[in-house]
């Protein structure tokens, strides 16, 4: 009873240090973001890292889960005679949800892990001591680019995928089940409103910036060696998936 307890206890407080850290570089992060000097080399090589090469991945993941959303309720809703709405469950379905979860899923296991990792290995050569040896604030050169990075490029990557998606059901609905192309596209935009473009944008900028500080924390206190940089890695990985999914449910809550 008393092992239990103090193995209850250890995990206790092991949750609340990760959730200390968490907060911590996130402060951090926030106060250098504002204060040169400025690397902007710095932020443009991460942006383009995050952004424009995560772009075949998640363009690939759209594309599928709007043609199989157009399969599925195609076929459903042939019951009923409703084929038409196909092109509104698909739209309202991406942008409003499954776009931006399914990129925010795809960055954590591409771009987290790479942070951890990252930031782990030079944690654990010492070079992250030697640049504050240097009097070179590691969070500003090392965190700030890397956070702001995937806080800025989540939502250009769930526009695109909000753009492949409706395009691969498009295809499925239209040139695979012989839907009307000018019904499709006519009921795609009948009940799309700003509001659900803006707020799956607004969660895709939330979910940027939780991988981005996951990663970082995971990797800027790890420990242990190579061992300890291979656990950082999948640690961010899962807690980025697990904070974006119970995320996910209070944003859903107070945006509609």
């Keep these: 009873m008393r092992a239990l307890l103090e193995r209850f206890g250890q995990a206790t407080q092991d949750t609340f240090e990760e959730i200390g850290r968490f907060w911590s570089i996130l402060g951090r992060a926030l106060y250098w ?75 954590a296991g591409r771009i987290g892990s790479s942070l951890a990792a990252e930031l782990g290995s030079m944690r ?47 295809f499925v609905a239209v040139k695979l089940m012989g839907a009307n192309p000018i019904v499709y596209w006519d009921r795609t935009f009948q009940y799309l409103e700003v509001n659900d473009v803006s707020s799956g944008l607004i969660k895709a900028a939330v979910f940027g910036l939780i991988i981005g500080t996951t990663g970082c924390t995971k990797g800027y206190y790890a420990g242990g060696g190579a061992e300890g940089v291979g656990r950082a890695t999948t640690s961010a990985v899962v807690m980025s998936s697990l904070v974006i999914l119970l995320s996910d449910f209070f944003l859903t809550k107070i945006l509609f």
């Design 33 to 107: 973001a504002v204060r040169p000097p400025f690397d902007p080399k710095q932020w443009v090589r991460q942006m383009v890292r995050v952004g424009v090469d995560s772009l075949p991945v998640v363009g690939l993941t759209a594309a599928f889960t709007g043609a199989v959303l157009a399969l599925q309720t195609f076929t459903g809703f042939a019951r009923f005679n409703a084929e038409g709405y196909v092109g509104s469950v698909v739209s309202l379905s991406l942008t409003r949800e499954l776009a931006p979860v399914l990129t925010a899923l795809m960055i």
């Design 124 to 170: 654990v050569t010492e070079q992250i001591d030697a640049l504050t040896a240097m009097a070179t604030q590691p969070v500003q050169y090392l965190v700030v680019p890397r956070v702001m990075a995937c806080t800025l490029m989540l939502p250009f990557l769930v526009s695109f995928a909000d753009l492949l998606g409706i395009g691969g059901g498009y």
